[in-house]
């Protein structure tokens, strides 16, 4: 199973970005994805996940402002982020939330001014 992450990159605060994540591999319209991020010096965190039938979910620290969704035609999990703040700066990755498969490399979002 692959996991390649795109779309990160310099953002000022209160900017949006949109990452994507193409799943090859695994039996993508099945699996519960998830969204996760590691920012310098601090563990890897669950920022979102959806199921097989689009229900999400949430870190609380980003709800509200996050979205999660899935195009299964394309095996691609998305997140939008809008009303980006610093403490958002992080390497961003997906993975399916029950199997945990390898991490991809993940992408790099920064925001700052």
């Known amino acids: 199973v692959q996991l390649q992450a795109s779309g990160g990159g310099l953002v000022q605060p209160g900017g949006s970005v949109r990452l994507s994540c193409v799943v090859s591999?695994?039996?993508?319209?099945?699996?519960?994805m998830g969204w996760y991020r590691r920012a310098p010096g601090r563990q890897r965190e669950l920022v979102a996940t959806?199921?097989?039938?689009?229900?999400?979910n949430y870190a609380a620290s980003v709800n509200g402002r996050f979205t999660i969704s899935r195009d299964n035609a394309n095996n691609t999990v998305y997140l939008q982020m809008n009303r980006l703040k610093p403490e958002d700066t992080a390497v961003y990755y997906c993975?399916?939330?029950?199997?945990?498969?390898?991490w991809g490399q993940g992408t790099q979002v920064t925001v700052s001014s």
């Open positions: 993975n399916d939330f029950v199997r945990n498969f390898p």
């Open positions: 591999g695994s039996i993508f319209s099945d699996n519960r």
């Open positions: 959806i199921t097989s039938g689009d229900n999400t």
